[in-house]
């Protein structure tokens, strides 16, 4: 098995995560997350609006360095995957392309709105959950069994709906 390629079995995945964020909690006495990096760049952005002047940016700490660290992973495992490509606009039936492109402005402006509520919701990242849940925290754990409860709802949801659409389709 070549391991940059290969499947990893998510028992060795879980295995490292978790030695991953023991590691964190040691070297930075603090747990990984981007809860701390977002309220930093989200003072600056106030800042600069209030001022309504361009400030000096934030320091490049650890925190701050997290988020662009993660920009440029995901960028940089596409790009290696093969599967990067620049795209402008969703793939549409019948739609203008006017419309296209404002519906796939929208929806990423949509969802990483929705993405940085659920964070700000949790009080932290996913991550920084499984941070607080290696050190005993309870809510984390009550955090992290409502996540997996919903989730196994929807998955069967979509599933049986999936199922139900092929069914339909078949008649």
């Given at each position: 098995m070549n391991i940059v390629t290969g499947k990893w079995s998510f028992y060795i995945n879980g295995a490292l995560i978790a030695l991953l964020i023991v590691f964190c909690l040691y070297l930075f006495d603090d747990s990984l997350g981007m809860g701390d990096?977002?309220?930093v760049v989200?003072?600056?952005c106030n800042t600069a609006v209030k001022d309504k002047a361009i400030n000096p940016p934030p320091a490049l700490d650890w925190q701050t360095g997290f988020l662009?660290?993660?920009f440029i992973g995901a960028l940089a495992a596409s790009i290696i995957s093969g599967k990067w490509k620049i795209r402008f606009m969703q793939d549409a039936e019948g739609d203008g392309i006017?419309?296209?492109i404002g519906k796939s402005i929208v929806f990423g402006l949509a969802?990483?709105?929705l993405v940085m509520l659920g964070l700000?919701?949790?009080g932290d990242t996913f991550f920084g959950q499984w941070a607080a849940a290696i050190q005993m925290s309870s809510g984390a754990w009550i955090?992290?069994?409502s996540s997996f409860g919903i989730s196994t709802m929807v998955a069967i949801l979509m599933e049986r709906r999936k199922e139900g659409a092929k069914a339909g389709g078949d008649k």
């Open positions: 990096g977002m309220v989200s003072e600056y662009c660290g993660i006017a419309i296209t969802g990483g709105f700000q919701l949790a955090f992290l069994i």
